[in-house]
């Protein structure tokens, strides 16, 4: 173009610029047939007034514009003429992503309203797509022959500027900057060529108005922070130096290899000294009685029972009886038939992990017998059989207080086994500390059988570390001459 084709326009956020061709149309009050364009219509009268618009070849589409709204939603995935969308293409295309009226929502009806239970197709469209609420600003040149302004056909884009609600301010093309000018070649005879750039003419930032804004937006998150807590409360429970917490979410997964069907688990927790576990909790459990299923060739029942157990460790004076013990999970497997006749299938105990995670554990189990066919025959018609008086008494028993236990003569024989799943957590102020509070639970976690495997990899870089400092001082230690007829010699 000639140097009177030239053109520089300064654009501001949402401001409008009317095209020829919008002036021509909004002149005549027969063609607004909506209130934007109506209020169009009268802001062109004044421009008239005022002596014509001051632009020729720049102008904007705004937010509001019917050219921003067909552009968003009849745009193509690729360039083909005859692109046919596809169905994600058609449901998006119903999904205005730009200035989506929501009302503000009520500390109440969050808690009120969790699930909704017949969804609004509005409803579907705000909420189950990706859906960033979007303002949209084209920057349009009519790139049309001189005198011949205000044909749609030689409109076209020239900066297309979004803004989410984020802040996300996204301008496609970017500034130019060092970079040479765009350029925009016609399909015409001629082959016209445009070249335009795109600069940030935005005045900078005054200090006291960047401090301002600071204040108000530490404001503005200081009561969302005071929101979210009123959410979520402030009744937290304290857990007191010296005490680690150990809660355990559990799971009775199947019972397998038992001789008779219809199988159920009871179970009890056994706290040593220096546990306490709360007033409302349970310590025992029975599970459902359970069907067992052929698998390969064992009968399983799946139970998939779920139980909680909470407790606390209070750690005292070290004793001279060794360290402290670990909690037990002690069980039985029982069967019951048609007959209401209960059988002991198998005891069994399981001392719960001393690491935090998630374990799976199949714990075998074995229960008394007598010799002799008549006990076999009561248990199979009458049912019944040898029980233990205290089932602790398949470890070690609670009340023994001797050196030596002694089993010989008591008669059993093995039976099926239990799967459990156990997720296990450990809380303690000693974790977060340096002190030797932390030192002592860290000892007592290591007896328990806890963290062993992260202290013997803490001890071999410790123990790397010093000797490579002790090599470091030898060398400093050596003469000059030394070290230098070595690295001679090498």
């Not at 301010?169 to 015409?188: C, E, H, M, S």
């Not at 159920?264 to 927790?269: C, E, G, Q, R, S």
């Not at 470890?395 to 239990?418: A, Q, Y």
């Not at 957590?425 to 000693?430: G, I, W, Y």
Request: proline share 4%.
């Amino acid at each position: 173009p000639s140097q009177a084709e030239e053109e520089e326009a300064v654009v501001g956020w949402q401001e409008k610029l009317f095209s020829q061709f919008e002036v021509d149309l909004y002149q005549h009050v027969s063609a607004c047939q909506t209130p934007l364009d109506q209020q169009y219509h009268e802001e062109i009268l004044r421009l008239e007034k005022a002596g014509g618009r001051k632009n020729c070849r720049i102008f904007t589409y705004t937010d509001h514009d019917r050219f921003t709204n067909l552009e968003e939603h009849f745009q193509k995935v690729t360039d083909l003429d005859h692109e046919v969308p596809s169905y994600l293409a058609e449901r998006m295309a119903g999904v205005r992503r730009r200035r989506q009226d929501r009302r503000p929502i009520e500390a109440s009806s969050l808690r009120s309203e969790i699930i909704i239970w017949e969804p609004s197709e509005e409803f579907i469209k705000n909420n189950h797509v990706i859906n960033t609420p979007v303002q949209t600003m084209y920057i349009m040149g009519d790139l049309g022959p001189y005198g011949k302004l205000g044909h749609r056909e030689y409109e076209h884009v020239l900066c297309t500027i979004k803004v989410d609600s984020n802040g996300v301010i996204t301008v496609k093309p970017d500034f130019n900057g060092t970079k040479g000018a765009y350029r925009i070649q016609l399909d015409g005879e001629k082959r016209e060529v445009w070249k335009y750039t795109i600069e940030n003419a935005s005045l900078q930032v005054q200090t006291e108005e960047e401090e301002c804004e600071q204040r108000i937006f530490r404001d503005l998150y200081g009561r969302h922070k005071e929101y979210l807590s009123g959410l979520v409360g402030s009744e937290f429970e304290t857990i007191l130096p010296g005490t680690l917490r150990f809660f355990v979410n559990g799971e009775i997964v199947s019972a397998q290899g038992y001789e008779y069907d219809n199988l159920y688990v009871h179970f009890f927790l056994e706290l040593p000294n220096q546990w306490s576990s709360p007033m409302f909790q349970q310590l025992s459990g029975v599970t459902q009685t359970c069907t067992t299923k052929t698998e390969g060739w064992d009968n399983v029942a799946h139970f998939c029972y779920p139980f909680t157990l909470e407790m606390f460790f209070t750690q005292g004076e070290e004793s001279e009886d060794g360290p402290p013990q670990w909690p037990v999970l002690y069980f039985e497997v029982l069967s019951l038939d048609f007959w209401q006749r209960y059988r002991v299938e198998g005891y069994g105990s399981l001392v719960l992990p001393a690491s935090p995670g998630l374990h799976v554990l199949t714990i075998p189990t074995w229960r008394p017998m007598e010799l002799g066919t008549v006990a076999e025959l009561r248990r199979f018609f009458i049912g019944g059989s040898p029980e233990l008086e205290d089932i602790t008494y398949t470890r070690i028993p609670s009340t023994f207080k001797g050196e030596r236990l002694s089993r010989l003569g008591f008669h059993t024989e093995t039976t099926g086994n239990v799967t459990f799943r156990l997720s296990c957590l450990q809380q303690s102020k000693a974790f977060l500390e340096t002190s030797a509070l932390r030192q002592r639970m860290q000892s007592v976690l290591d007896h328990l059988g806890g963290f062993s495997q992260q202290s013997s990899i803490y001890n071999v870089l410790e123990a790397f570390q010093r000797a490579r400092r002790r090599m470091q001082e030898a060398r400093e230690s050596l003469p000059q001459d030394l070290i230098s007829t070595s690295a001679v010699a090498q």
